[in-house]
């Protein structure tokens, strides 16, 4: 049995690669992970317009929480393992890049006798970054990702260039004070979709899972 993760990038359609496509025009099953919490799937908006009409779509309930318990892991193993037992092959989908911060890697240990291949994606970080008219890093220069709620215990940033602060579903204001002094502030949410915010940091946000606060160290010009 193979299964492919797709990475489908930040939320738009047309940023899926070539290769992606190509997969998910070839494979009989998709395995599409949702939030038990909201019942939507993002992952779904994005591959729609390439999902064949023979295609099988088995949906995979995530809760979202930052411990999930390991039976229900185990048990959406076996739901996927079933599924690739029918057709051989399958694909597993999820946004951003498959090694970072991807739903698949909480089923990974639980999978057995399954080859699997990653096929990375555009990532929500170097996504809003563009769309922000952003570097990251230039030269030997050095960026930290961390969550929003790690964020806190940070206790120097003396050595980054860059911080870029993921999962912002938490208050980002005394987080963001704190990084003002060193660096200038930019918010992204929902980079790519229909939600989208882009601006210099005003200390106004959403706590959205989908957002992120991106430092960059006062350089002199």
Known sequence: MKL???GLGPGDPKLLTVRAV??????????VPYSTGTNRSLALEVISPYIQPRTQLKFLGFPMGR????ESLQ???RELEEGLKVSGVGAFVTLGD???????FRLADFLA????????????ITACACRLNLPLAMGDQVVLLVPAAKAR????LELVDTVVILKGNEDLGDIASSLAREFDLFYARRCYMTEEVLKKWDGTHERDYFSMLIGVRHRER
Request: no cysteine; hydrophobic share 40%.
């Open 75 to 77: 048990q959406l193993a």
């Open 153 to 156: 215990e940070l206790n120097t």
């Open 22 to 31: 190509e997969v998910l025009s070839q494979v009989r099953v998709i395995f």
């Open 98 to 104: 498959p090694t970072l911060y991807s739903t698949y």
């Open 4 to 6: 492919y993760v797709l």
């Open 67 to 70: 411990t999930v318990k390991t």
């Open 113 to 124: 006798n399954v080859e699997v291949e990653l096929i990375p994606g555009v990532s929500s």
